[in-house]
Structures are given as structure tokens and as C-alpha cells.
């Protein structure tokens, strides 16, 4: 049974450009967050989809924006990148809600020159 | 979400019971405590989660005080594999329960 997987494992880009990075949840999930993570630091929230529609929304400006397509699968798009936005960002899945906990991808890393 | 506070560094010697508490002192009643690790370069890996009662699984157990204020994970025979960062959160029972808020976490090292 195959986890959460992204891709690509590595992205750089200069400042100014968009990325689009993707995500496919754990089999049986519906729900998926992205996290941004700063080295030497925690994931922050970005946001969240269930029903192919965001649910929450942490602290990220409008640059960060997303999309979960019939599958479930998800992508995250940045545009307008600022070197701050070189992070590591994780995809998360869970099933529909509830206490079950979530599981998480290796995530993108993504440098910014 | 409730806030965890957790000691930001901790030494374990290989063999013995690594035990890493964490205080969510804030804690609502509809909340549950969830623990993770990450190992460097890997996305953070589920460990355990409780609402109230202890938890045991088969790669720890999760020891939450009778007021829920605080909890500690327990790794029974830490092995050099177990140093990674370690993270409590605690969070709310939603249909659409996505988010999931990460302090600095604990990190465990594990020696020889």
C-alpha cells in the first residue's frame, strides 16, 4: 500500500517564477494539507482540501494557492516565488475528517536563487 | 488549536526507555493528542495518538495525565534508529480535521 508521494523530490527556481507541485494521498484518504517547513523549524499550515475544495487556510498569502482534482490527488501552486519561500513543503492525507491522524509525504524541496 | 510546549533537546542511551514529555496545559475537551518524529530529510512520521486513555502500539506508548494537561511518549528500548525530532500537537475532532500546528519539537538523541 503505497503512502503519500510527491513529486518532484527537488525544484529550484529564481524569484519571480511560479512552481506547481504535486501530491498523491495515501489510498483510502480524501483530505489533503500542505505544509510549508523552514529549515530548523516546524511545519507551518498552508492549507487544506476535502471535496475538492479548500477548507482552511493557515497564514500564506495569496501567492500559495491549490487544487484537489476527483482522485483526490492535489496540487499546490506558488507563484511570484520570493527567496523565502525556498522551504521544504509536505502533503499530508487523511481520511474524511475525525481523529484519524494524518500521514505525510517526503515532501518537495524547493530552492529559490 | 491548543499550544505544546516540549523540551527543545534530549539524550537517550541506546537500550534504555526514552520518555519525552509535553505540556499542552491549554487543552479542550475535543481535542486529541497526536505525536510524530522526523528524521532528517523525511517527512514527519505518525507515532501515536490518544484522546484520554493510555495508548500503546508497537512502536511506543502514550501516557496522558488523568487532567490532560500534559503527556509523555514513551519509547521502550530506544535504538540509534529512534534520533529524530519529535512532535506533540494536540488537535481537534473535525469532519474536515486538516490542520495540524507544530511547535519546535524535541530532539532525541539516541547514543551508543
Known amino acids: 500500500d503505497a503512502g503519500v508521494t510527491q513529486s518532484p523530490t527537488h525544484l529550484i527556481k529564481t524569484r519571480g517564477q511560479q512552481v506547481t507541485l504535486r501530491c498523491s494521498p495515501k489510498s483510502g484518504h480524501d483530505t489533503v494539507s500542505w505544509y510549508q517547513q523552514a529549515l530548523g523549524q516546524g511545519p507551518q499550515f498552508i492549507f487544506q482540501?476535502?471535496?475538492?475544495?479548500?477548507?482552511q487556510r493557515g497564514n500564506f498569502p495569496d501567492r500559495f494557492s491549490g487544487h484537489q482534482f476527483p482522485n483526490y490527488s492535489s496540487e499546490l501552486n506558488v507563484n511570484a516565488l520570493l527567496l523565502g519561500d525556498s522551504a521544504l513543503y509536505l502533503c499530508?492525507?487523511?481520511?474524511?475528517?475525525?481523529?484519524?491522524?494524518?500521514?505525510f509525504g517526503d515532501g518537495t524541496r524547493l530552492s529559490i536563487l | 488549536d491548543a499550544k505544546t510546549t516540549q523540551p527543545p533537546s534530549m539524550d537517550c542511551a541506546e537500550g534504555r526507555a526514552a520518555n519525552l514529555p509535553c505540556n499542552h496545559s491549554?487543552?479542550?475537551?475535543?481535542?486529541?493528542v497526536y505525536w510524530y518524529r522526523q528524521i532528517h530529510s523525511q517527512g514527519p512520521q505518525y507515532i501515536i495518538h490518544?484522546?484520554?486513555n493510555n495508548e500503546t502500539n508497537e512502536m511506543a506508548s502514550l501516557i496522558i495525565t488523568e487532567d490532560r494537561k500534559s503527556s509523555t511518549l514513551i519509547l521502550p528500548h530506544a535504538t540509534l534508529r529512534d534520533t529524530a525530532v519529535y512532535y506533540c500537537?494536540?488537535?481537534?475532532?473535525?469532519?474536515?480535521?486538516?490542520?495540524?500546528?507544530f511547535g519546535d519539537g524535541t530532539t532525541l538523541t539516541v547514543k551508543p
Open positions: 482540501y476535502y471535496e475538492e475544495e479548500e477548507r
Open positions: 491549554t487543552i479542550s475537551g475535543n481535542e486529541y
Open positions: 499530508a492525507s487523511s481520511p474524511g475528517g475525525g481523529y484519524q491522524p494524518q500521514h
Open positions: 500537537i494536540v488537535r481537534v475532532y473535525n469532519t474536515n480535521a486538516g490542520k495540524s500546528t
Open positions: 490518544g484522546l484520554k
